[in-house]
Nanobody, 122 residues
């Protein structure tokens, strides 16, 4: 069992930046990968970025490449999503998820956090 808690969401103007945090806890096995997903109003959940737990491998959806960075705090249990140059199209609930394989497929992730709201105003 893996528990995930996100924080760092909020309201920001277009062009601004936010850093989301995902604190991971477990009494069993640490996940192999951690992904960030988002769901905008009236839309399905989409993959944003993912990282292996070691941080060696990362993946980003095309729309955030060059603007978002996923990272882990060294050997710690927090994974960050740094988001720069935000646009209103980035407005969504952002959730982190833990899994065993770095993939963009939502159903491949087993454990999910409750999410944090990001609102970008124009």
């Amino acid at each position: 069992q893996v528990q995930l808690v996100e924080s760092g969401g909020g309201v920001v103007q277009a062009g601004g930046a936010l850093r989301l945090s995902c604190v991971v806890s477990t009494r069993t096995n640490w996940p192999d990968v951690l992904g960030w997903f988002r769901q905008a109003p009236g839309k399905g959940r989409e993959f944003v970025a993912g990282t292996s737990w070691t941080g060696i491998n990362t993946d980003y959806t095309e729309s955030v490449k060059g603007r978002f960075t996923i990272s882990r705090d060294g050997a710690g249990n927090t994974v960050y999503l740094r988001m720069n140059s935000l646009t209103p199209e980035d407005t969504a609930v952002y959730s982190c998820a833990a899994g065993r394989r770095l993939t963009r497929i939502t159903s491949s992730y087993t454990f999910w956090g409750p999410g944090t709201q990001v609102t970008v105003s124009s």
